[in-house]
């Protein structure tokens, strides 16, 4: 597959643009960590928002979608589509209550909810196991789908293929720090976005696959249009939906769908100018995430299923490339005309560039900030906490492109990050509402789902992969909450400020009250309404999946099915601004 000239100039310009945005804000973002971590906290709502949804749209989450729509068909995409529900979660709950924290990285909230040892080695331990073990997984995943990607369309062997899309990265990230991620997300966005649809239009009408109706009616792609997995078949509908809805998205800690929120969509968060322009971002990116991204890929994924109906079609067109249903995507890509290629190729690699520059920030900050500054060098100046998050960036970038060069499937590698985080999301949902929580609480979840996940990846027990989710689930869970009773709650003066300054609604704050009043300190009253806030999660959700499925539905040409779910899109739109006026 050889680029045109075109095609290279679009590739070229784009790289150089963004290597000039990571000029350009470079020493404003070098004058502190908190310019550096998190743009001055003064971003504006929808330019976090589209950064964020920006950051989801990696290179791998296409290569995820077309297998998922392969194997599985629509329907499959419930295992991250559940995920909608702790997305709307943390909009109208957590989003306000993360931003009132006031805290410089999600971790430095152990340390403001817990007290004594135990918070600072949670801090301390997940600066390093979120910050570099889990992060890297997640970015070797993204450099996994480059080199597929870089296989296909470039013939270039993998090591070339991380090494060539690393280095800019790595240069605007290392200098122009989180507002440098954010000015270049929101470009990086709007090319990608054209590039996908754009692709999506000329694929579908390729002479091989014959324009929407011919694809939709084809004998591969027919029986996988549904949006809901067959009722009949008992053990599909468990593992595409039931688990999903009733399990996952309460219980498993995943990056970017953190219940309760977390990681580098808690650091765009704690960015913002205020509270609202918090929620206002977060509801923006889950808006777009899951209702405006994923008909284009799934369109492709479609058509791959008629020029390459099996693997099989697709290794004897690709001989050197890493195979696996996820390469469907990449070998559609190599249909495309001059111009249009170089468009696709520079979305893709602004895809790559925007997830990964994301992940270098928000791990050199655990690093940087909750690791080095806390435990190591707690006088280092802000200049050399800078410094110590470049340099961060850089060995978490050739980290990640080494474990990428092992790596064969990014549905194998989301498996793996569902299960490691098994059982501890409940924790992150409960700790801001249930005052017994404390630290032993959260290390017990962390350490019993890892020990389960290995056990399940290492010893073979014959179960289905969302067996093993399940029960690690339940042995997590049950694990956290005993020991959150046998040990001590944590100290009642920590506590209170924590309450004073987030002032969070919920019964599971009143035997504390009483507590709090026997030592003679006053908490204060919060203003919150959960009522409210709830009703406006539960529209947020309809709105969403009506919106997906409606937009659905105008591609498969069923437009009284269309019409209906806009409409019911509308009025849950109406409601959640009548909502929010009375917040």
Partial sequence: MHLATLDWILIISFFVIFLVIGIVVAKKSGKNTQEFFLSGRNMPWWLLGISMVATTFSADTPNLVTDIVRQNG???????????????????????????????????????????????????????????????????????AAIKIGGVLFNLAPWECVLYASIVTVIYSSIGGL??????????????????????????????VGGLQKLLAN???????????????????????????AVQWWSVWYPGAEPGGGGYIAQRMLSA????????????????HYA??????????????????????????????????????????????????GLVVASLIAAFMSTISTHLNWGSSYISLDFYKRFVKPEASEKELVRVGQLSTVLLMAFSALLALVLS?????????????????????????????NAYSEITGMAVSFIVAIVFNFVEMGLEPYEKLVIGVAI????????????????????????NAITPYGNGWKNFKSVAAK?????????????????????????????????GYVIYGNVMGATILIGIAVISAFFIFKLWKRK
């Avoid at 549904?226 to 595409?240: A, Q, S, Y």
């Avoid at 100018?273 to 777009?288: S, V």
Wanted: aromatic share 16%; with cysteine.
């Fill in 74 to 144: 629509v329907s499959g995409n419930w295992v991250w589509w559940t995920f909608l529900i702790t997305g709307m979660l943390t909009v109208f709950v957590y989003a306000k209550l993360w931003r009132r924290s006031k805290v410089l990285t999600d971790l430095q909230f152990y340390e403001m909810r817990y007290s004594g040892k135990p918070a600072a080695f949670l801090r301390g331990f997940r600066a390093i196991y979120l910050g570099v073990f889990f992060n890297v997984m997640i970015m070797a995943s993204v450099c996994l």
């Fill in 179 to 208: 507002r440098g991620v954010i000015f270049t997300d929101f470009l990086q966005f709007i090319v990608a976005m054209i590039g996908s649809v754009w692709a999506a239009y000329y694929i579908v009408n390729l002479p091989e």
């Fill in 219 to 245: 004998e591969n792609v027919s029986d996988k249009l549904n949006f809901l997995p067959d009722f009949g078949d008992t053990n599909t509908l468990l593992v595409l939906l039931i688990i999903p809805i």
């Fill in 273 to 288: 100018k205020d509270e609202k322009n918090a929620i206002g971002a977060t509801l923006l990116f889950n808006i777009m």
């Fill in 292 to 341: 405006l991204r994923p008909w284009p890929w799934i369109l492709i994924a479609f058509a791959s299923l008629v020029v390459y109906p099996q693997l099989s079609d697709i290794q004897a067109q690709f001989p050197n490339a890493v195979l696996g249903h996820d390469l469907g995507y990449s070998a559609m890509l190599t249909k495309l005309p001059a111009g249009l290629l």
């Fill in 409 to 437: 499937s990014a549905l194998e590698t989301f498996a793996i990050l569902l299960q490691i985080g098994a059982g501890t999301g409940l924790i992150f949902i409960l700790r801001w509402f249930w005052w017994r929580v």
């Fill in 476 to 499: 997590t869970t049950i694990s956290w909450i005993a020991v959150t009773f046998f040990t001590r709650p944590t100290d009642t003066k920590t506590l209170a400020n924590f309450y």
């Fill in 519 to 551: 030592a003679n300190i006053s908490l204060k009253e919060s203003h919150d309404v959960f009522t409210i806030d709830f009703a406006s999660m539960l529209l947020g959700i309809v709105f969403v999946y009506t919106s997906l499925f409606a937009t």
